[in-house]
């Protein structure tokens, strides 16, 4: 029988921590005595104490530990490679935060100005798409989901594409988490189509690189549009240029920017 000090020295856990895991039920001393409150630990915790530390380690919360620890090996096995995935996504995401710190970094010497990114903004008449759609109120990360149903439409129905793919942004406002979006993919002529994408009168850019950075180029259009004195006419559109499917870096993906615009 272990003191929580002593249990606390072996397993490299503060004593403090050790009675918070027992409120939340995630590991209870094996015997508490009525009269002082001490807390008593056996050796035979100390597998399960390591087994919890292991867990944080990788990321897990208190909850998902302990939903973990009552669950069978292949559960955990799952947990484990979805945990993984999750990690390098977050590795990913910080290699991008870093790549964009070096970008800036080169331009504020070179410039003076972390914004010296320049889009170059042209008025262009757009010919009309025929496209099938799926306008749902979704998040960007929903992307992938729904650009599936559309592919998989395809196939099922043997539609032939164009190779357009493209986002159409319907809100007022845009939340990352609930928008009003349209997926569309572009079909050849004859092929069964959903609507029509209009031509029209557009401001347009030319992005490169990641989609968290979209909204520089976005910005840079809405102030040709108010300088030039024109207003927004239409709904905002990207189509996909070349993306990560093409297996290219990052700074080469391309991404055209499309407002249909007015006088």
Known sequence: ??????????????????????????????????????????????????????????????????????????????????????????????????????????????????????????????????????RQNMGVDDFGKYYGMLYKRCWEEN?????ICMAIYHDAEFDPENSDIELALGVKEGEKYDRTVEGALCAVTTHYGSYSKLPEAYGAVMQWVSENGYKIAAAPYEIYVKTQFDKIPVDEWETRIFFPVAK
């Not at 995935?85 to 935060?97: F, K, Q, T, W, Y």
């Not at 539609?159 to 190779?163: A, E, H, Q, S, T």
């Open 1 to 134: 029988m272990l003191t929580i000090g002593q249990f606390s020295k072996i397993c490299m856990v503060t004593v403090k921590a050790l009675r918070h895991y027992d409120a939340v039920g995630l590991l209870h001393p094996c015997r508490v005595n009525e009269d002082t409150g001490y807390r008593y630990y056996s050796e035979d915790q100390i597998p399960a104490m390591i087994l919890i530390n292991k867990l944080k380690r990788c990321g897990f919360s208190l909850a998902d530990i302990k939903d973990i620890m009552s669950s069978d090996k292949d559960v955990l096995i799952a947990r484990l490679k979805k945990q993984r995935g999750v990690i390098l996504g977050e590795i990913d995401s910080r290699m991008e935060a870093v790549a964009e710190i070096d970008e800036y970094i080169a331009s504020l010497e070179r410039t003076g100005d972390i914004m010296s990114k320049n889009y170059k903004i042209e008025l262009t008449n757009t010919d009309s798409i025929k496209v099938i759609a799926n």
């Open 159 to 163: 539609i032939v594409l164009n190779g």
